[in-house]
C-alpha cells in the first residue's frame, strides 16, 4: 500500500493563509492521481483538487474553484495547497488520497480509496 502523510495543519488567524503539504510514496514513473480533499463537521468528505504524476495536469472541483490552489507534484512526491484569506468557517479536516489511474480520470472524486489519516486547520477570529 501507498503512505500518504499530510503536514502544515494548525491554527490560524482569520485572514491568514492555508499552506499543506501530502506526500506519496508512489512510483511517479507510473500514472497515478494525487488529490486534496477537505471534511468540516458533519459533512460530507468533498474533493479540492488534483494532480497527475505523469502530466503537466491539475484539476478542481466546481465546488471550490478560485479559493484553493495546487502545485503540480514535485520532485519529493509532494502535492503542495494553498489558500488565502482564511474564515473561521473554513475549520476543518483536510485529506489527501490517491488512485492509480491516468490524468483523465483524476476528477472522478468518488474513486479515491487511500486515504491520508488527514490534518486539522481551525480559523480563529
Known amino acids: 500500500q501507498v503512505r500518504l502523510v499530510e503536514s502544515g495543519g494548525g491554527s490560524v488567524e482569520t485572514g491568514g493563509s492555508l499552506a499543506l503539504a501530502c506526500g506519496f510514496s508512489?512510483?511517479?514513473?507510473?500514472?497515478?492521481?494525487l488529490a486534496w480533499f477537505r471534511q468540516a463537521p458533519g459533512k460530507e468528505r468533498e474533493g479540492i483538487a488534483a494532480a497527475s504524476t505523469r502530466n503537466p495536469y491539475t484539476t478542481y472541483a466546481q465546488a471550490v474553484k478560485g479559493r484553493f490552489t495546487i502545485s503540480q507534484i514535485n520532485a519529493n512526491n509532494t502535492l503542495n495547497l494553498i489558500r488565502n484569506r482564511l474564515k473561521p468557517e473554513d475549520t476543518e479536516m483536510y485529506y489527501c488520497a490517491e488512485m492509480r489511474s491516468q490524468w483523465s480520470d483524476c476528477a472522478a472524486w468518488l474513486r479515491y480509496t487511500s486515504w491520508g489519516q488527514g490534518t486539522q486547520v481551525t480559523v480563529s477570529s
Open positions: 508512489v512510483d511517479t514513473y507510473s500514472n497515478w492521481c
